[in-house]
């Protein structure tokens, strides 16, 4: 690498996509960067690959709407902030009805090539098992919910805080041509067209009352991994494995992801499927299907039986079945000041899951956060942070300054992961929810979703001028 840039490097320890999004900021702003990732050299309980920013588990960046869903706000933020993920998801997307859903091996791939040939950034194969030495004077901790033993316990040692962990599974992943057609159908819930979508974008699986009764009976008598040494470790809601939903009751799956609202089944269109299992094209090539939101600890053998009593799945061919690992996140209400630096040492930043946000574009913008303000100390500017009233500093705001509820111990178990949603960002002004013109009704459903326009409008406006996009 030639480095034209008269500044000392930041170092970096992860290539996930906080820590890949990091990188491209602070090289954006010409400051070079050193990239340490540890995968290529030992490998991690989930990943497969050596590339940067590989997705583990879905392949889905969730809605990509700006108007009214947080996410959706969050990804144009991060656009208008040059962010790399961005651009590569963009870039890599598949149809998915109106979420932005990737082909995974394409996404890695387009990040990885990005980082290796931009000049100032230099990326080193190596674990780093302690904290970094104080001669890297301004590094990032991005080592996601996956962080090494040794060095989540260098982390610890730091600190003086229990390192706090949750259960994350992943869904198993179809091949199409497995999957027999003259019972499934194409077509997203409600006929809703996606970013490059058109309105039939996932493959429908339908269930009646006694096979949805029967997949459920077999979930909760399934096989499934031991806790051994995680033993008590909290899930975390937004990821729950199926069969713990089913455990809690009958009817939560029919209510959550095998939820039929919006389908109409096109080989029997005057029967209202009881149940549905949506599956969402995972490549470019459209020869993979993951099944959504079927995270599960299921044991291999008992998924296999199990998944195939799933009309249409019968004969299914798994690329790639379901697993379980362990998620790692520090208590960053009380360790991180507002610009996510660890209070007791200067110099040194956290950023993606490890702090406490949960989402792939969660952790990318924390990322990106973390990048930005770096490089600003770096360079002698001061560090500007976001409006509270954007998506970036709603997140920003929940891991820095949230949930500190218990006089006794602050902080425990009250700080939990969180995905971006409109329950973080401020309030409205009194009076800014205006009835439009000749509506007669306006209450309930559609004040909320007024109120969810404006929060989104806001938030686009205000990180605009942040950013000096006005």
Known sequence: MTNASSYSPIHIIGGGLAGSEAAWQIASADVPVILHEMRGVRPTEAHRTDGLAELVCSNSFRSDDATSNAVGVIHAEMRLAGSLIMACADRSQVPAGGALAVDREGFSNAVTQAIHDHPLITVVREEVSALPPRDWDLAIVATG???????????????????????????????????????????????????????????????????????IDALIAGDTVGFHEWEGTPYFDGCLPIEIMAARGRETLRHGPMKPMGLTNAHNP????????????????????????????????????????????????????????????????????????????????????????????????????AGRFAAAERKGEAVLLPPATTALGSLLGHITGGHLVSDEEPGKRSFQPMNINFGLFPELEPGAIVKPEGVKRFRGKEKAQAKRRLIAERALTDCAAWLGRT
């Open 270 to 369: 005057a029967v209202k499927p009881y149940a549905v299992v949506q599956l969402r094209q995972d490549n470019a090539l459209g020869t993979l299907y993951n099944m959504v939101g079927f995270q599960t600890k299921l044991k291999y053998g008992a998924q296999a039986e199990i998944f195939r009593m799933i009309p249409g799945l019968q004969n299914a061919e798994f690329a790639r079945l379901g697993g379980l690992h362990r998620n790692t996140y520090i208590q960053s209400p009380l360790l991180l000041d507002r610009s996510l630096t660890l209070k007791s040492r200067p110099g040194l930043r956290f950023a993606g899951q490890i702090t406490g946000c949960e989402g792939y574009v969660e952790s990318a913008s924390i990322g990106l956060l």
């Open 145 to 215: 919910p996956l962080t090494s033993p040794d060095l989540a316990a260098a982390i610890q040692n730091e600190t003086g805080e229990d390192s706090l962990a949750f259960f994350d599974a992943i869904a198993p992943i179809v091949h199409r041509d497995s999957i027999d057609m003259d019972i499934c159908w194409y077509q997203s819930r409600y006929d809703k067209v996606g970013p490059g979508g058109t309105g039939k974008d996932y493959i429908n699986c339908p269930l009646d009352e006694a096979q949805y009764n029967a997949f």
